[in-house]
C-alpha cells in the first residue's frame, strides 16, 4: 500500500470540515513539545547551578513522556479523546506548579527529578489525538497521507522553534518563565482541542478482546516501533554531537544553528516525498529511510570543519520528516482495530527511549574517544537497526485496510 499527496491534498485535509480549529488548538499544544524539558533543564541549572541535576530532572521528564505517551494513548482508545486530555492538562498545572515551589525552595535532587518524570507524564498527548483524529476526518488515500505529512511537518518545525524559544527565555528575569509559558500553551491548547466539536463527537471503536501488549500485539506494529526506535538513536548521537564539534572549534552558538538548519532541509524534502514516496512498499520503505539516513550521517565525521560539517548535515537532515511521516502511515497498516492512539503513542515513546540511549552513548564518546567516532556509530546504530527492520519485512504481509479508528456519534 503506497499513497502520495500533493499540495491539493495538503489543502484538502486542512479545510476538511471540522478540522480548522482542532488543527489550530493542536499547534498551540504541540508547539512548545520540545520546549519543556529543555525550559526546565534550564531553568534547574540556573536555580541550583548544577548540571547534574537539571540533565537528571530533563532525563526525567523525557521518561515521563515516554510511559506517558503509551498509557494516555491507551486510555484514549478506550474513552475517547476528550476526558483524557482535560485531566491530563489539570494534572500538568499541578506538577508544573509543585516543581517551580520545589525548585525555588531548594529542595533536593531526587525530589525535582521525581517532579520532572510527572512533568513528562502529565504532557497531554495531543499529538497522538490529533495524529487519530485525522482517521476520522478524511477517508484513506493521498489526503490521509497528506494529513500525516503535515503532522510530522509541523511538529519538525516545532523542533526548530521550542529549543530556539527555550534559549531566549532562560534570559528573562525569572528562569522559570520558559517552563511557564510552554506549559500554558500545551494547557490552553489542549483543553482546546479537547472541546472542539470534532474531538468530543468521538467515541472509541469496538476493541476484538483485550491484549496485555495493546498496539504492540502485531508482528508489524513491533517492527515500526523498532525503525523509530533506530531513527531516535541516530538522532540522538547526532544532537549531541554537532554541538560537541561546534564547541570545539571555539563557536559553540553554532551547534543549534547547525541543528535547527538541518530540520529546516527535512522539512522541505518532506514535502517533495510526501508526493513521491518510494519505495513503494512499506515493508521496503521503513528500512531504506533508516538506512540512507544512517549513510547520511556517517560522512560527518570526515570533518571537523564547521561549513563543511554544515553542508553534510543538511543532507543528512533530509531523510528526518519522510522517516516521520512513514513511521504515521505505517500505523494504519499494522496496529490492531482501536488502538490508534495508543499506536502513535508508541511511536513517541521509541523516538524518545531511542533519543535517550543516543544522546547518553554519544556523550560518552564525545568525551572519551572524540566527536567524530559519535557520527560513526549513529551510522552503525541506524545500519544495524534498519538491517533487524528489513529482516522483519514479512511482519508486514498481513496488511489490512484499516477499520475506522473512531466513531462520532451525533
Not at 502529565?122 to 477517508?139: D, F, K, Y
Not at 510552554?182 to 478482546?209: H, I, K, Q
Not at 560527518?300 to 543532507?315: E, G, H, I, K, R
Amino acid at each position: 500500500m503506497s499513497h502520495s499527496a500533493g499540495l491539493a491534498d495538503f489543502r484538502a485535509a486542512l479545510t476538511t470540515p471540522g478540522a480548522r480549529t482542532p488543527v489550530l488548538t493542536s499547534l498551540l499544544a504541540r508547539m512548545p513539545i520540545a520546549m519543556v524539558g529543555l525550559s526546565l533543564l534550564l531553568y534547574v541549572q540556573r536555580e541550583t547551578g548544577s548540571f547534574t541535576v537539571a540533565g537528571l530532572v530533563s532525563a526525567g521528564s523525557l521518561i515521563g513522556v515516554a510511559i506517558g505517551a503509551v498509557a494516555q494513548g491507551r486510555i484514549m482508545d478506550r474513552l475517547g479523546p476528550t476526558r483524557p486530555l482535560l485531566i491530563a492538562s489539570g494534572l500538568l498545572v499541578a506538577t508544573v506548579t509543585a516543581a517551580i515551589i520545589a525548585i525555588e525552595t531548594g529542595q533536593s535532587g531526587p525530589a525535582m527529578v521525581a517532579l520532572g518524570w510527572l512533568i513528562g507524564l502529565t504532557e497531554p498527548m495531543v499529538g497522538a489525538a490529533s495524529r487519530a483524529l485525522w482517521t476520522h476526518l478524511v477517508p484513506p488515500g493521498p489526503i490521509r497521507h497528506a494529513a500525516f505529512a503535515y503532522e510530522a511537518i509541523s511538529l519538525e518545525v516545532f523542533f526548530i522553534l521550542g529549543p530556539a524559544l527555550a534559549g531566549i527565555m532562560v534570559a528573562a528575569p525569572w528562569a522559570g518563565t520558559g517552563l511557564v509559558f510552554s506549559a500554558a500553551c500545551m494547557v490552553v491548547g489542549g483543553v482546546g482541542f479537547a472541546l472542539t466539536t470534532a474531538v468530543r463527537s468521538v467515541r472509541p471503536a469496538p476493541r476484538r478482546g483485550g491484549r496485555l501488549l495493546g498496539a504492540l500485539a502485531t508482528p508489524g506494529m513491533r517492527t515500526v516501533a523498532l525503525a523509530a526506535l533506530g531513527f531516535g538513536v541516530t538522532v540522538g548521537f547526532v544532537e549531541v554531537a554537532i554541538p560537541a564539534a561546534a564547541t570545539n572549534a571555539g563557536h559553540a552558538p553554532l551547534g543549534g544553528v547547525m541543528l535547527a538548519a538541518w530540520s529546516l532541509t527535512s522539512v522541505v524534502f518532506g514535502v517533495y516525498y510526501a508526493g513521491r514516496p518510494w519505495p513503494r512498499s512499506m515493508a521496503l520503505r521503513l528500512p531504506f529511510l533508516l538506512g540512507m539516513f544512517a549513510l547520511f550521517v556517517i560522512p560527518l565525521a570526515s570533518t571537523s570543519n564547521l561549513l563543511w560539517l554544515a553542508v553534510l548535515s543538511l543532507a543528512a537532515g533530509m531523510w528526518i520528516t519522510p522517516q516521520s511521516t512513514t513511521h504515521s502511515t505505517a500505523i494504519e497498516l499494522v496496529a490492531p482495530e482501536g488502538t490508534a492512539t495508543e499506536a502513535f503513542g508508541w511511536i513517541v515513546t521509541s523516538v524518545t527511549l531511542g533519543l535517550a540511549a543516543g544522546q547518553s552513548a554519544s556523550g560518552y564518546l564525545v568525551e572519551h574517544v572524540g566527536v567524530w567516532s559519535a557520527f560513526i556509530a549513529a551510522g552503525v546504530a541506524g545500519l544495524l537497526i534498519a538491517g533487524l527492520v528489513l529482516a522483519r519485512r514479512n511482519t508486514f504481509t498481513e496488511q489490512h485496510d484499516p477499520a475506522p479508528e473512531l466513531v462520532a456519534v451525533s
